[in-house]
């Protein structure tokens, strides 16, 4: 199976391209601080050219699976007092809502040419059922994302597309941060078990990473 992983080079990205490779899969892993690594493609989601670039250098290769996993959370606790800086939400929604919408936009002929199918490491921060306060632009960032990918799946099921939005639990990675629970190597396996239980049927799924749905 031919599987791009975007945010590769570290966290639950770095996990996943490893659990893929392991199991004899190609990864194309996606970093933006790459220049032409061996291995390994530029992409800066956040960057229209940088995503353009990178369509532009896979044109014509078939791809079986899509991992929007790049993300970044930038909120801090003392802002509601301050003001929450315009800068930062932009950045958190050209990266986790825009990103996510480019990469899949243009990497769409790939994944026609194989019937592929998505996959959107969302957060169960954005859900709807949960609203205990804090972290307003990552929450709402990842609502959007949600949202973004139920109803791309709908738009892209006539083309035998399916598109899962995934919680990976609360991961020992840069974003995850003190206090988190599971490694990301277990995250990854447990990730790896729901893409490939993804199909049209279940399609529009948001699931956490031990399969349980989570309402929104
Ligand atoms: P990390 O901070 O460890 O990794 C984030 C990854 O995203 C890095 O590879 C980073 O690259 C990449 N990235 C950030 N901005 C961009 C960009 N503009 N273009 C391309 N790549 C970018 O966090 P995690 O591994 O934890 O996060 C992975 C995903 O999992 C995110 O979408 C996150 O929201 C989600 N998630 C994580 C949870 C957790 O508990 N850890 C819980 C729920 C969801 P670089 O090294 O260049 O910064």
């Known amino acids: 199976m031919e599987v791009l992983v975007t945010g590769a080079n570290r966290g639950i990205g770095a996990a996943l391209r490893a659990a893929f490779q ?15 690594a061996a291995g390994w493609f530029h992409l800066d989601v956040a960057d229209p050219a940088s995503v353009a670039a990178l369509a532009a250098s ?41 990103g996510v919408f480019l990469t899949i936009q243009a990497l769409l ?17 954005g859900s709807d059922a949960r609203a205990p306060g804090g972290s307003y632009i990552y929450r709402a960032s990842k609502a959007a994302v949600l949202n973004l990918g139920r109803n791309l799946a709908a738009d892209l099921r006539p083309d035998g597309i399916a598109l899962g939005v995934y919680h990976p639990g609360w ?26 239980a993804l199909s049209l049927t279940t399609s529009g799924c948001f699931e956490s990473h031990d399969g349980t749905p989570i309402p929104f």
Do not use: K
């Open 22 to 36: 392991a199991r004899g899969d190609t990864v194309w892993a996606t970093r933006r601080d790459a220049g032409d």
């Open 58 to 98: 896979l044109a014509g290769r078939p791809l079986d699976l899509l991992v929007c996993n790049a993300g970044v959370y930038l909120d801090r606790d003392d802002w509601l007092a301050e003001g929450y800086p315009a800068a930062a939400w932009a950045e958190t929604f050209a990266v986790n809502v825009t």
């Open 171 to 196: 991961v020992t990675t840069e974003i995850g941060g003190p206090g988190a629970q599971i490694a990301p190597d277990a995250s990854a396996r447990d990730l790896l078990r729901r893409f490939d």
């Open 109 to 125: 002929p790939n994944l026609r040419a194989a019937r592929g199918r998505i996959a959107i490491i969302g957060s169960r921060m």
